[in-house]
Structures are given as C-alpha cells and as structure tokens.
C-alpha cells in the first residue's frame, strides 16, 4: 500500500507541476510593468487581497514605489496603476483599455436583467464599429440631465425637499424596522418600477428617466429590464451617499473647529427674519449658495472622501497596448486604478497625507503650500473620489449637492452628542465591501440628536434656486 501511494505522488506531482507552469502562472513580458512576486507562488496576492482588501494595494505601493506593477494571478494577470501621470494616460486610451465589457458584465449580475437585453448591450459595445449603439447612447443621455442646468435642478429641488422633510421629523429612537434584503430586494423594488413605467409615470418623471427609458425603449429593451436597471441606478445613487454623509458629519462633530468653521460658512448664507408681532423666526437656506460661498466646507467635503474612499477604476485590456511608450498591457488582462492607493501617497499630497486637514482644498491653503513643507498643493488629477477621463461618475454634481445639503441641514439645526460617554471614536471598517466606493462603518454610533442652542425655535426653509455653476471637485469641472 505505501508503495502504491509512494508511485502516485511521483506521477501526479510532476503532472501538477508540468499543468501549473503551463496553464496556470503566466509568462512574464519584459516590456510590460514590473512583476511583483509574492510570497506564496501562485495564490499569494490572492490571498493579500482576501485578507487586507484595497489596502493590500497601499501596502504595495509602500513597500515597492513602483507607478505601475504587475500581480500575477492564477491564469491572468492584474495590472496595478499607481502613478497619476500614468492614471491619465490609461483614461486617454478608453477604446483600448475598456471600462464598457467591465461594466456591461458589472450590470448583468447586479441587475440580473434578461438575455435579450443583455445581447441588446453587447451590441458595438466597445465602438468597434463607430460611436453608436445603446451602451454609448444611453450614458450620452444622461449627462444633459446630470449635468449643471435644468434637469439637475428640477432633481435637486425634489431631493432638497425630502431630505428638509425628513430632518424636520428627525427624533432619537431605538426602534428598528423589519427589513428585505438581497434578491428578494431586488425583485420588490423592479417590480415597483415596472409597474411605474407600465403606468406612464415616467412622463412627468425627470429629465433623467425621461431620457434614459426613451433611450432604452428606442433599441428594443424590455421595461422589465428597464426597471431592472433603475434598480442598479438607485443602488448607485444611494450606497455611496450614506455613509459619505456618516463619515463627514463624524469629522465635523468630533473635530469642533470644523463644526465651527463650517457653521460660520453656510450662516453668511442663511437669512433670518422675525415677524415683529409674533417674534416667530424663520430662518432661510438656499442650498445654492453653498457653491459660491462656501469653500471650507467644500474642502471638507474632498478631504473626508480623500481620507474615506476605496474607489477601483477598472479597465479590460481589449488588445495589446503600449502604455505610455513605455509598458506592454497583454489583452485580456484587467487594470486597476485604487483611488486609496493615491490619496494615500505622500509624494502627492505631503508627509501630512495621513493628517485631516478640512483646508486642504481651499485656495489659501494652496497659496500657503511650499516647497518642503508639510502639505503639497493638491493636483486635481489625484483627486480621484469621482473616477476620472469618459468614466468620470456622471451624478457627481447630484451627489455633491445630496450630500452637502444633508450634512449642512444638520450641523445648522443640531447638536450631535456620542451617548457612549460623550466621546468620539471612529468605527472600525474591516468589513467594507471590496466592491465599496467609500468604507463602511462596522458599527453605528450612537448619539442624542438635540436642538442647537440658539436655534430651538423658529422654521426653517430650505430651497434651491436655478444654477447652471458647477461643483468643481473633480478635475475635469475645472476646464
């Protein structure tokens, strides 16, 4: 018997060996980016990123101060881009290197929509032959709607009014609700929007879902794949604004003089008028002003997504390409941008990356930057929280305002105080989603909502008025 086991192991060894060397580790082009080895052949950097998720790329970064580098995986290869010189030139060669196939396979599994719509996608997905088809279509009519102007407004407006509504209401309560998750989910929420889109509503909807169900009807897809994707659009809008909202009200509130300065900011365009015979106080906040008016609390809102966002740009490599001049991406391997892995990098922001510093972003901040010292003048292009170059995130500006008019809504109306002994103490956020665009809080906290003093009474009014001024947070606003 152990001679019998003895004789397989030889035989099966070798074979293992002979499959893993051919099939399994890739052969390693000297042109292209530097491979990184790993510690355990093979699986290793798998293993790195199951254990420490985006944070294993930073600590690649750390350790080999490399711009791009190459993590071989079983069968495949991953490259990882780290410079923002380089993140530039992969976003100039968006029909080469491919966000459309990723994100195509990204909306069939998240919205599980059907194989007739599917197919309808995959249809010149990658432009191949010339710019049409609906995947193109469909993201050039939302960028009108998206966009500074009417169409934005006219969303703004409704989202201003629900959110006022709902902080009006606002109570402390340890009340939980029943809640339905995953594809149970899914399935409540599309059938909703099937019945929303059966029944015409649509058509005093939004310029937004005007457009994008004119645009999906015009090439043939069905309205429950249509509800299907308002699905993933709403799952869009909502995962990522929660807990940028958490995490700045967090840094506000634990840090009193960014709570002050932010205060003092929106109060220049907050109007206050008493009715002399009643002495009733309405005090009123166009959500507006906050573009012109308010640059710190702008700043601290870049600052909070600079310190919390996880963000991975993705691009299919769809032919081989030379990156630069200078490096050889093999087709069909992926590349990663981690936005973690720049807003994280000392050589871009100064040796007080780590540090919160709600002014970083504002101009007297830059102004005050040298040479040497501790903060660097930030380079827009490092500033990756919305993505960047055509895959830029189309509802920023919405997201900006969503998020803003929240915690400004807030911090003018209420104190937050920490029932656990009053302190502050950030939550861990080991259990983030790898997919996740900004980390999750493990744990809530805790906190008694009371009035602000000096505000308890009066009513409050919050409006927006039209603008077509844009919330410059990325670099592309900026041109």
Not at 457 to 477: C, P, Q
Request: charged share 20%.
């Amino acid at each position: 018997m152990p001679t019998t086991i003895l004789l397989v192991l030889l035989l099966v060894i070798p074979l293992l060996y002979w499959f893993s060397i051919n099939y399994l580790i890739i052969k390693h082009d000297p042109r292209e980016p530097p491979l990184v080895p790993s510690t355990v052949p093979l699986v290793g950097h798998l293993i790195g990123l199951i254990r420490h998720k985006n944070k294993y790329y930073v600590s690649l970064r750390r350790k080999h101060s490399l711009p791009i580098c190459t993590l071989p995986m079983p069968n495949s290869r991953i490259y990882v881009v780290n410079s923002v010189d380089l993140i530039s030139s992969v976003q100039r060669l968006h029909t080469q290197l491919s966000f459309r196939q990723v994100a195509a396979k990204f909306a069939t599994t998240l919205c599980a929509s059907s194989k007739e719509a599917n197919d309808i996608i995959a249809v010149n997905l990658n432009c191949e032959d010339g710019d049409w088809g609906y995947s193109q279509e469909v993201y050039r009519t939302m960028h009108p709607a998206l966009a500074p102007g009417p169409g934005l407004d006219g969303i703004n407006r409704a989202m201003v009014q629900n959110i006022a509504g709902s902080i009006e209401r606002l109570r402390p309560t340890r009340e939980g609700r029943p809640s339905t998750t995953g594809n149970r989910a899914r399935e409540i929420v599309a059938n909703a929007f099937t019945d929303y889109f059966e029944a015409k509503h649509h058509e005093s909807g939004s310029m937004l879902v005007q457009n994008r169900f004119e645009t999906s009807r015009k090439h043939k897809i069905p309205i429950a794949d249509i509800a299907r994707y308002e699905v993933g659009g709403s799952i869009a809008v909502l995962v990522n604004t929660a807990p940028a909202a958490f995490w700045i009200l967090f840094y506000m509130f634990s840090n009193p003089d960014v709570l002050q300065d932010c205060r003092d900011e929106v109060g220049t365009i907050t109007a206050a008028v008493t009715d002399p015979s009643t002495g009733h106080i309405k005090r009123t906040l166009d959500i507006t002003g906050i573009k012109q008016n308010c640059p710190i609390l702008t700043s601290t809102f870049q600052e909070v997504l600079r310190q919390r966002t996880l963000g991975m740009q993705v691009r299919q490599v769809m032919q081989d390409t030379m990156l630069d001049d200078t490096y050889l991406l093999k087709k069909d391997a992926m590349v990663l941008m981690p936005s973690l892995v720049v807003h994280t990098d000392p050589t871009v922001w100064g040796p007080d990356v780590s540090a919160f510093n709600h002014k970083r972003f504002t101009k007297e901040s830059t102004k005050a930057s040298k040479p040497g010292g501790s903060t660097k003048k930030p380079n827009p292009k490092a500033f990756r929280a919305f993505g960047g170059g055509t895959t830029l995130c189309p509802g920023r500006h919405f997201a900006t305002t969503e998020i803003l008019a929240t915690v400004v809504m807030m911090i003018m109306r209420y104190d937050l105080i920490p029932v656990a002994g009053g302190t502050w103490v950030a939550p861990k956020t080991e259990n983030t989603n790898i997919a996740a665009v900004v980390m999750e809080p493990d744990t809530d906290i805790e906190v008694t909502v009371v009035p602000r003093p000096g505000f308890e009474d009066g009513e409050w009014e919050f409006k927006l008025a039209d603008s077509e001024m844009v919330f410059a947070v990325a670099a592309e606003d900026r041109t």
